[in-house]
């Protein structure tokens, strides 16, 4: 690629299009194109978060949904890496669990709400267990899937060193399933972040960015539903991109030697 | 004494429905600081013996007896298998490591012994590195250190040097016989090649398949250090050869 060496400083190729759709955006509200009750304009889009009394509530609905993913998605996530493991490990765990969890798996994740607001009320339990049920699935699939396809000739050597159960864990089976779990963690981050959001605006009250999208929309507040749907795209793509830079922190071996 | 006593064991596997056997009445003893080697066509099943040996299949007739120095300590058998079979998510250090696991040896003494070991094989500078930033050569030479560091009554190793070029197989095979020099170890020692097979052991043991059988034994009664030129040497491997190829082929 010897044209490269030629272009230092061009604007990425990726951030091409949302420049020329927001430009377009904006002489459409310029030339007055967009108009009516609904019409904002980019500029309106971007003060908001910080003049406006209602758009200020942003940012801390956004810390109030990104503790709710870290919590609710650890409580999900933690049972999903414990009884992965334990299904990809023993076959009695594996033949009990397996069948009802790929079942329970295809029921649509937000068929949920309504039993879960039987069951736990219209407060922050049901939104825990909803957002923990998203990150259970993807990461006891991938444990399991993981912890199953540790090569035999590695376990040979486990019996022949004798190693201890929890070193056996912890030096064997864990860090080979690794690469399946951290699919397995990419998954059920973005499957927490859109489910937290879900059950924020399906559940409505309590902070958080899927109330204040909610809320929004029923002052008709165009300006502040796009601010919400802006940051949803943010974090989502935050939380990807840590939970990547993390992973790649935790298994030095799987870099390139130096 | 005996530090390894294998008597009349038998090996089959359910293959379709129908029992294959596998081995067929072994008998041999190792003696302690014995080296034997094992030779043999490939499908002898003599990786199988060893497997037996270390505990990983425990589905055989016969007995398999190890000594060990006193009868109230059980023998320590350490394995080397013909890949390293190190783990690649934990440094050099850490794997061999893993062999004080059953111990309850505490840190430092831990740490001292893996470099102790590491040094053994030559490999003091590598103790940070990963597998995979080693060479075949180097990984299989931590291989063996991670075996030691059990300090294990007798080495099983199963065509250890196997996969490697043959210079490196002759400089690893002397760098084997002077550790063994250095601890008492007894070590059974498979190999498809008959030149190894004679140059390390003070008894060739020669199998033949289908199914697995001890075919004939060497007694190996040349002094060390050998001479891989030496005559003697270069006669016991044609009567070997004959042995492994058939004397009615060769004669």
């Not at chain 1, 669990?97 to 937000?110: C, E, K």
């Amino acid at each position: 690629m010897p044209e490269r060496l030629h272009t230092p400083r061009r604007l990425p190729l990726g951030a091409v299009l949302p420049l020329a759709a927001t430009g377009a955006w904006a002489a459409a509200s310029m030339t007055g194109m967009l108009s009516g009750p609904m019409a904002v304009s980019p500029l309106e889009v971007l003060t908001t978060p910080f003049l406006d009394a209602s758009g200020r509530e942003l940012w801390l609905s956004l810390l109030a949904t990104m503790l709710r993913v870290l919590v609710g998605g650890a409580i999900g996530g933690i049972v999903g890496l414990m009884l992965g493991y334990a299904a990809g490990m023993y076959r009695v765990a594996s033949l009990g669990l397996a069948p009802t969890v790929h079942t329970i798996r295809q029921v649509a994740l937000f068929a949920w709400i309504p039993l879960l607001t039987a069951w736990f009320g219209n407060g922050e339990g049901t939104k825990l267990v909803f957002i923990g049920l998203s990150t259970f699935f993807p990461l006891f699939l991938a444990t399991e899937q993981g912890v199953r396809g540790t090569p035999e000739k590695l376990v040979d050597v486990a019996r022949t060193l004798k190693l201890k159960r929890w070193t056996r864990v912890s030096k064997l089976y864990l860090p080979a399933a690794l690469p399946s779990i951290y699919v397995g963690l990419q998954i059920a981050v973005l499957s927490a972040w859109i489910g937290t959001i879900g059950a924020e605006y399906a559940i409505g009250n309590g902070r958080g960015l899927g109330s204040y999208i909610a809320s929004a929309r029923d002052q008709f507040r165009m300006d502040i539903v796009l601010v919400g749907v802006f940051a949803l795209a943010g974090g989502g793509v935050l939380l990807t991109t840590a939970v990547r830079s993390l992973t790649a922190q935790l298994s030095p071996w799987a870099q390139d030697q130096s | 004494m005996t530090a390894l006593a294998i008597e009349h064991v038998s090996k089959s596997y359910a293959l379709n429905g129908v029992q294959r056997p596998v081995l067929n009445d072994i008998s041999f003893d190792v003696a302690p600081n014995e080296i034997v080697s094992i030779v043999g066509a490939s499908g002898c099943g003599k990786s199988t013996l060893l497997r037996l040996i270390v505990g990983l299949d425990e589905d055989y007739r016969g007995s398999i007896i190890q000594g060990g120095v006193s009868d109230t300590k059980a023998a320590k058998v350490g394995m080397v298998f013909q890949d390293h079979r190190l783990y690649p998510w934990l440094t050099v250090g850490a794997n061999v490591d893993l062999a004080f696991d059953a111990s309850n040896l505490r840190k430092p003494e831990r740490l001292a012994r893996v470099h102790h070991y590491l040094q053994l094989v030559g490999l003091s500078d590598y103790e940070k590195a990963y597998p995979k930033q080693l060479s075949g050569g180097m990984a299989q030479r931590a291989a063996i250190a991670r075996a030691l560091a059990q300090e294990p009554d007798i080495l099983l190793m199963d065509e250890p040097f196997g996969a490697l070029d043959s210079i490196l197989r002759m400089r690893l095979q002397d760098e084997l016989l002077s550790i063994w020099e250095k601890n008492r170890v007894s070590i059974v020692i498979v190999t498809h090649d008959v030149e190894e097979a004679l140059y390390l052991g003070n008894r060739v043991i020669v199998m033949e398949p289908d199914p697995g059988r001890i075919r004939d034994v060497f007694e190996i009664e040349l002094a060390r250090p050998r001479d891989r030129a030496d005559p003697r040497l270069a006669a016991l491997k044609q009567r070997c050869l004959a042995t492994l190829v058939g004397r009615e082929a060769l004669s």
